[in-house]
Structures are given as structure tokens and as C-alpha cells.
Nanobody, 114 residues
């Protein structure tokens, strides 16, 4: 399984970005897709995740500002990020979990300037 993430970049405080991540390879249904992030000097943390059926879970810090969605036909997960804050700056990684194994994308940098 390979994951390719797109959409990171530099944005001002209060701005928006949309991340996309396409999975390829041996993809099975009933998987879980998500986004994690890691800022310099900090541990990697879950941002949001969504089940195959569309049920989503969010970190408290992003709830109400970020929206995760997926297109099962395209094996793609999206993260719409609004009202961005400098503390959202990090490398964002997409993940796919299936059959007890988690696959990671290569990461995309998001930088929010103050």
C-alpha cells in the first residue's frame, strides 16, 4: 500500500488549506483512514480519522475547524483545514489502517504564519 499526500503549504493565520491523500495498492474495504501531524520537538498526534462508513473522530484542538472526508471509490482521504493557527504548523501524515496494519504517507508540510 502506498499513500501520496498533497496540498500542504504556507498560509496566514485564519486561512484555509485542503490536504488530499490517495492510497494505492492492495486496498481492502472496512479500512480506517486518517491524518496525524508532528511539529518540531513534539510527538506525533492524531488529527482526525474516518471509518469506511464515514464516521469521523477529531482531536479536541481541531474540532470545529477541520473536516475529514473520504471518497471510497478513489481510496482518497481529505482534510479541510479552516481558521488555521500557528500551532497547527507541522508535517501532516496520512494513514490507512487495514487488517491490523497501519500504512503511512510521506508527509506534507503545513506552515501557518502569524
Amino acid at each position: 500500500v502506498q499513500l501520496q499526500a498533497y496540498g500542504g503549504g504556507l498560509v496566514q493565520t485564519g486561512g484555509s488549506l485542503r490536504l488530499s491523500c490517495a492510497a494505492s495498492g492492495s486496498i481492502f474495504s472496512m479500512n480506517l483512514m486518517g491524518w496525524y501531524r508532528q511539529a518540531p520537538g513534539k510527538q506525533r498526534e492524531l488529527v482526525a480519522e474516518v471509518t469506511y462508513g464515514g464516521s469521523a473522530n477529531y482531536a479536541v484542538s481541531v474540532k470545529g475547524r477541520f473536516t475529514i472526508a473520504r471518497d471510497n471509490a478513489k481510496n482518497t482521504v481529505y482534510l479541510q483545514m479552516n481558521s488555521l493557527k500557528p500551532e497547527d504548523s507541522a508535517v501532516y501524515y496520512c494513514t490507512l489502517t487495514q487488517r491490523g496494519r497501519t500504512y503511512w504517507g510521506q508527509g506534507t508540510q503545513v506552515t501557518v504564519s502569524s
